[in-house]
């Protein structure tokens, strides 16, 4: 697992198209604080059901809100067999990228 910053993740998104980015916080965090465009939420509390479902070859980078969730989640990937994986360090309460909002149609 490689810790990186809030730019290196930038260059990561922009640089690899095949980048798995997962956000492993909370759908209400998710949802309500914001998330990077691009990631799929599934919530670290939860990733023994969903880390099968993800590419192990692909390079794969972990969000959470303070950069100790995401860290949990490497972990348990690269006890699967996750190679290239990535954790925001110091997760989105540092971000200083855009935020995406879902939002419901009503």
Known sequence: ???ISNQELLTL???TPNLQLIDVRTPNEYDQL???AGSINLP???VQEWAATLDS???TALIC???VRSVYGCDYLASQGFKTLYNLTDGMKAWEGE???NTLLK
């Open 44 to 46: 670290v509390q939860t």
């Open 57 to 59: 070859a692909k390079p």
């Open 65 to 67: 809100q303070g950069g």
């Open 1 to 3: 697992m490689q810790n």
């Open 99 to 101: 935020l995406s909002f």
């Open 34 to 36: 914001g998330h990077v």
């Open 13 to 15: 998104i922009a640089n």
